[in-house]
């Protein structure tokens, strides 16, 4: 028989190294909001059968009828289930009545009737001052550990626990699993993360992982930083035409396939066209693309694209779209993987690695983003390429402090060069990896055919 069942969530089970183990007492902690009867109400509709029941055991923290009722506005809460593999008992009466012993005794009948495979007492914590000052509560938690040990069941813990108490509540040194959800303010943003402090007799993904609430249930994304992987993998000796005739003279007949190219320059300097080019050159040729933009909505895109002879709406090209506000980069980074493996994309552009980086919690996770998406995209042979906005509008002298100019394989800058009272445009390729390259600075003018070299001859 199999050592873990589901969580409920596919990805959380990645997390906890295959899911929650089974006959063991699971501890989950957070603050109120946090998701903690999600989760709980998740695993038992996801894992109880017939034959392999779940208790749900309400205290004294919510009635059981608000449990139910906000229960069934989840698209996983079945009610046909409830009465029959699901069993909710609200045990709060019995705590206030009989104190500590009485739930005892009333959780060891239940247990005698119902048999259950499951069980979750929510809230655990709120039992605390039902023991009070004669110590009664660690001779009640060694009674009910020992109860659930002899009898074959998982148990779920729940509780508003702080981070502090870990050392000091005695249900910690009980549980065999342990699994924070908390909530993390970052300047303006709030943003959720799961961490698992403990987990007995099996290995888990460690740091925290960020997630969602929704009518779904909690959506976990998996902390994304990819190790170094020294195996060896297929790389493709062709070249991937930039889509600009010049551009490609200077890169020795384009990019390496599956390269990651890093366009930097002030704002209004033509990166986002030159993303264009990049990609409906592929699209022209019938492969796929995506565009991940957090800098035009579709139909500003589409506006822009029309201008060149373009459209977003192409059959082979798929548009990810996503605010900058609210930005969940975990989840962001999760969808446009998949949108890359699903559709098959040959090419994608990521306007633009600002916003994104904005978004991002710190500067390592960023890092460790940006790492993962560079590492599979050249694993899978997919090309990159993504807009980076400078604030310098002349004479750019770092580009230090852009994490991906030294990640990516090619880097093109743009920028505005000041002449007899007018601003012209240049571009220079300051890096190519594996491959030579001009690295003059050239004019460039935007054109109805979009972004022209001028030639080196004529320029001023």
């Not at 109120?32 to 055991?57: D, M, R």
Request: aromatic content about 8%.
């Amino acid at each position: 028989m199999n050592d873990r069942m589901t969580s409920g969530s596919d990805l959380l089970d990645v997390v906890l190294g295959g899911g929650l183990p089974r006959d063991a007492i699971i501890l989950v902690m957070g603050a109120p909001g946090a998701g903690k009867t999600i989760f709980a109400q998740q695993w038992v509709f996801a894992n109880a059968t017939p034959e392999g029941s779940a208790l749900y055991l309400s205290t004294v923290s919510e009635p059981l009828e608000k449990i139910l009722r906000y229960g069934q506005t989840l698209s996983f809460f079945d009610p046909g289930a409830v009465g029959h593999s699901v069993w909710y008992e609200d045990l709060g009466g019995v705590l206030r009545d009989r104190g500590l012993p009485g739930v005892l005794e009333r959780v060891r009948e239940l247990i005698r009737v119902r048999r259950p495979a499951m069980i979750v007492i929510d809230s655990f914590k709120a039992m605390h001052p039902y023991a009070g000052r004669s110590g009664a509560f660690r001779p009640f938690l060694h009674d009910l550990a020992g109860m659930l040990s002899a009898f074959p069941a998982t148990s779920l813990w729940v509780g508003e626990y702080q981070e502090d108490e870990i050392q000091r509540s005695p249900e910690f040194a009980v549980a065999d699993a342990i699994i924070a959800l908390k909530s993390v303010h970052s300047a303006e943003r709030t943003s959720r993360s799961l961490q698992v402090h403990k987990l007995r007799g099996g290995g888990f993904l460690a740091g925290t992982h960020s997630y969602r609430l929704s009518e779904d249930g909690i959506t976990v994304y998996p902390r994304l930083a990819d190790p170094a992987d020294a195996r060896d993998y297929e790389l493709h000796g062709e070249r991937v035409p930039s889509g600009i005739r010049a551009l490609d003279d200077m890169l020795d007949e384009g990019y390496w396939s599956g390269a990651s190219t890093l366009v930097a320059g002030p704002t209004g300097i033509g990166k986002t066209l030159m993303g264009l080019h990049f990609i409906f050159h592929a699209v022209n040729q019938g492969d796929g693309a995506i565009i991940a933009t957090m800098q035009e909505d579709p139909s500003q895109l589409e506006r822009t694209a029309s201008q060149f002879g373009w459209s977003v709406k192409s059959d082979n090209l798929t548009l990810m779209y996503r605010s900058p506000v609210d930005l969940n980069v975990d989840q962001w980074v999760y969808e446009l993987l998949d949108m890359i493996e699903t559709t098959g994309a040959s090419r994608v552009l990521l306007d633009s690695l600002a916003d994104l980086q904005a978004a991002a919690p710190d500067k390592t996770r960023f890092r460790e983003y940006l790492y993962s998406l560079l590492h599979r995209s050249s694993r899978q042979g997919t090309s990159l390429m993504m807009t980076y906005e400078l604030p310098e509008l002349f004479g750019v002298s770092k580009l230090s402090d852009v994490a991906a100019s030294h990640m990516a394989d090619n880097v093109v800058l743009l920028q505005y060069k000041g002449a007899t009272g007018e601003m012209s445009r240049t571009l220079t390729v300051l890096k190519t990896r594996a491959t030579d390259h001009r690295s003059g600075v050239r004019d460039f003018q935007i054109t109805a055919d979009g972004i022209v070299l001028v030639p080196a001859q004529t320029a001023e």
